[in-house]
């Protein structure tokens, strides 16, 4: 559990003030936009499939982007808006601290997907509700383009799949092949949009 956690409410409230939330542009995509933002996060549990059945698995590690992971990150954010998607941010005194992303694409057959590949909060604003913020815009995002699921491939760690499990997503009907290639132990996951 984080210190942001165990904030008196005065204090959250206070706090909620102070975050504000927006769609992003293109052009304001850039590695200066991330300076405040820190994606450390130490894994120690994770979800793993084995023999048909979902198990917790010890797979102590750290989560972290360099330089690189923050230029490749901001090529396919801008890309998502350059195409039609929605990247949707929040800021806490002007700082981004949590961003979400949408591609515009439809795919999945009769499942009606739509990737959110992105959603991330700074490790310093975790528990704040952040989070749940950004997932239920991109959720009416998607559902506003005509799309009855969205498609998340999500990081296996323990707390990340609780994120999700609250947030009402459920294992995949149909997974798509390309991120099961690109991340073999990430959870693939739908949430119905209705």
Same mark, same amino acid.
């Given at each position: 559990?984080?210190?942001?956690?165990?904030?008196?409410?005065?204090?959250?409230?206070?706090? @909620?003030?102070?975050?504000?939330?927006?769609?992003?542009?293109?052009? @304001?995509?850039?590695?200066?936009?991330?300076?405040?933002?820190?994606?450390? #996060?130490?894994?120690?549990?994770?979800?793993?499939?084995?023999?048909?059945? %979902?198990? =917790?698995?010890?797979?102590?590690?750290?989560?972290? %982007?360099?330089?690189?992971?923050?230029?490749?990150?901001?090529?396919?954010?801008?890309?998502?808006?350059?195409?039609?998607?929605?990247?949707?941010?929040?800021?806490?005194?002007?700082?981004?601290?949590?961003?979400?992303? =949408?591609?515009?694409?439809?795919?999945?057959?009769?499942?009606?997907?739509?990737?959110?590949?992105?959603?991330?909060?700074?490790?310093?604003?975790?528990?704040?509700?952040?989070?749940?913020?950004?997932?239920?815009?991109?959720?009416? %995002?998607?559902?506003?383009?005509?799309?009855?699921?969205?498609?998340?491939?999500?990081?296996?760690? =323990?707390?990340?799949?609780?994120?999700?499990?609250?947030?009402?997503?459920? @294992?995949? @009907?149909?997974?798509?092949?390309?991120? =099961?290639?690109?991340?073999?132990?990430?959870? #693939?996951?739908?949430?119905?949009?209705?």
């Amino acid at each position: 559990m984080n210190d942001q956690s165990k904030m008196p409410c005065q204090d959250l409230k206070e706090d @909620e003030k102070r975050i504000h939330y927006r769609e992003l542009r293109a052009d @304001e995509i850039c590695r200066e936009l991330f300076a405040s933002f820190v994606r450390h #996060q130490v894994v120690t549990k994770c979800r793993r499939r084995e023999n048909g059945e %979902w198990t =917790v698995k010890d797979d102590p590690f750290i989560d972290d %982007w360099t330089e690189a992971d923050y230029h490749t990150l901001t090529a396919c954010l801008k890309n998502t808006v350059l195409t039609g998607g929605f990247v949707y941010a929040a800021f806490y005194d002007g700082k981004l601290k949590g961003f979400t992303s =949408v591609e515009s694409t439809l795919f999945g057959g009769e499942q009606n997907y739509l990737d959110l590949t992105s959603i991330h909060v700074s490790e310093d604003m975790r528990g704040r509700g952040i989070g749940a913020a950004l997932f239920l815009a991109a959720k009416q %995002w998607a559902k506003n383009q005509g799309a009855g699921k969205l498609y998340i491939s999500a990081h296996s760690a =323990v707390e990340s799949q609780n994120f999700y499990q609250k947030m009402g997503c459920v @294992e995949a @009907e149909v997974y798509e092949q390309k991120h =099961v290639e690109a991340e073999p132990y990430d959870c #693939q996951l739908e949430c119905r949009l209705n």
